[in-house]
């Protein structure tokens, strides 16, 4: 009897642990992202120092050796399923962003899988073009 107690205790205690991950900020550093067509097809890679940075309320990607503009996305609903925090499950944001300033919708997934953690972006306005960010470091920001 006191196995399962401990056991339920246990799980308990690892699921708040991964779920309370999806409340903080997090900063994820990468050095690639990939773009693929509407179909899954590869278009182009691009490497440089990427930065993503997701909270409960925005998700913001930017370059940092690089004018171009970054994307800002104001989050409208979050889905958050981590098994083991940062390190298996995955986080979904949908949001809001501006691209040459037109709205669009656009999906956000921060997915952790085989110790590997990438973040896509998929926005509506794009036509079907995904980009997935490697992330080589992250840091929770306190």
């Known amino acids: 009897m006191s ?3 401990f056991l ?3 799980f308990f205690v690892t699921g708040l642990n991964a779920m309370s ?3 903080k900020k997090v900063t994820w550093h990468a050095s690639k992202v ?3 067509d509407a ?3 590869f ?3 691009k490497e440089a120092t990427i930065i993503v940075e997701t909270d409960p309320k925005k998700v913001t990607l930017s370059f940092k050796e690089s004018s171009e503009d970054g994307l800002e996305g104001t989050v409208t609903e979050k889905v958050c399923d981590w098994k083991k925090a940062f390190a298996d499950g995955k986080t979904v944001y949908h949001a809001t962003v501006s691209v040459d300033g037109r709205t669009s919708n ?3 997934t921060v997915e952790a899988k085989d110790g590997k953690v990438t973040v896509s972006a998929d926005i509506e306005m794009m036509e079907g073009r995904k980009f997935v960010v490697y992330v080589d470091t992250y840091e929770e920001v306190k």
Do not use: E, R
Request: overall charge neutral.
């Open 3 to 5: 196995k399962i107690i």
């Open 8 to 10: 339920s205790v246990l």
């Open 21 to 23: 991950q999806c409340d």
């Open 34 to 36: 990939d773009m693929f």
């Open 39 to 41: 179909k899954g097809s």
């Open 43 to 45: 278009l182009q890679t």
């Open 106 to 108: 656009a999906t956000f």
